[in-house]
């Protein structure tokens, strides 16, 4: 006959090797293990978090927590947090950070034939640019990132480019003269305004205000959302929608880190960033819009918007940028664009 001491020797013997010669067993709410057992994902960006990038991480991070019952983390630093504009590839590359969407232009010192999207008027809609991206070019062009250590997972709207300044109206190339003009870190958006006459300032984008204020600079060129987010307009008397340029940003992730995620996780986050991608492009379009009519109502700053003839003027002032891109890195990326092939 058992004595109650054997008894309970016995039932733990039972309980240990039930459960202890299991595999470990995640609990149902992931959300309870350490970040050492779940898989986490820094992305850093720099911009606010009420533009459209800001909107879709916060989204994606909040979607891809859902879905993995909190598994999978994304720890979203906006505003450069964590780093700035020239410090997050750096960042990417040694694996500091897993994740950023960093603009086009920024990527051009690590790949300059991604300068193409920085040519002016080089598109005429969101469409004609993801278009360009989807098509055997834009993929060979995602596909030189896998040199680098890096992954494109996809590419998210911000809008297109407009230029401000204090000093007077931008009606024509020619008032672009002599103007210190802040530009993201991109040969080709250099040469557009060098031709112009003006002298671009490569500058980050999170100190552009304080450039403004203490008059640094002139003038700076960039989408309305990221425009009104760090209220630049305030510093600026006059506003020229133009849409001479496309502002987009590359989903980009660290790829050692990437092929060591669970396939399952894999498509969980490919998945979850198409259907983010396809609400960001609506609510950039809808920002943009509604950035620009706040803008027309306050009566802070004087607007004036470039007609399609006059378009056309500024956009054959930048031929010889085009002849440039050409010569230097192949006439097929610029064959490929939309407006070529129609």
């Not at 204090?166 to 002599?178: G, S, T």
């Not at 006059?238 to 995620?261: A, C, P, Q, R, V």
């Not at 109502?297 to 004036?304: E, G, H, L, P, V």
Request: net charge negative; hydrophobic share 35%.
């Amino acid at each position: 006959m058992y004595t109650r001491s054997s008894l309970k020797l016995i039932g733990f013997i039972l309980v240990f090797m039930l459960f202890g010669c299991q595999s470990t067993q995640y609990p149902k709410d992931y959300e309870q293990l350490g970040e050492d057992e779940r898989i986490v994902i820094r992305f850093s960006h720099v911009v606010g978090e009420d533009t459209p990038k800001g909107l879709a991480a916060r989204k994606f991070a909040q979607l891809v927590k859902d879905r993995s019952n909190g598994y999978v983390e994304v720890q979203v630093f906006p505003n450069g947090f964590l780093y700035k504009d020239g410090e997050e590839m750096e960042a990417l590359l040694q694996g500091d950070v897993q994740m950023i969407a960093p603009a086009t232009s920024k990527v051009t010192e690590l790949i300059p034939e991604w300068s193409v999207i920085d040519l002016p008027f080089a598109f005429n809609s969101y469409e004609e640019v993801h278009k360009y991206i989807a098509s055997p070019v834009g993929k060979g062009l995602s596909s030189k990132f896998d040199n680098h250590g890096l992954l494109m997972l996809g590419m998210w709207d911000n809008g297109f480019k407009q230029i401000s300044n204090r000093d007077h109206p931008i009606l024509k190339p020619a008032d672009l003269h002599n103007l210190k003009i802040r530009i993201m870190p991109s040969e080709i958006l250099e040469k557009q305004f060098i031709s112009l006459g003006a002298i671009p300032q490569k500058i980050d984008f999170n100190t552009v205000f304080t450039h403004l204020e203490k008059s640094d600079i002139d003038g700076q060129e960039n989408t309305l959302s990221n425009i009104t987010s760090k209220n630049l307009h305030y510093h600026q008397n006059y506003l020229t929608i133009s849409d001479h340029g496309y502002l987009g940003y590359l989903l980009l992730m660290n790829k050692e880190f990437w092929d060591k995620l669970p396939q399952s996780i894999q498509i969980l986050i490919k998945d979850t960033l198409k259907e983010v991608s396809e609400w960001e492009m609506e609510q950039a379009k809808k920002t943009n819009g509604e950035k620009l009519a706040e803008l027309e109502d306050c009566q802070c700053i004087d607007i004036y918007r470039l007609s399609d003839e006059e378009k056309q003027a500024w956009e054959k002032d930048f031929k010889p940028i085009y002849d440039y891109f050409t010569v230097k890195y192949g006439e097929k990326y610029i064959k490929a664009l939309p407006k070529y092939k129609e």
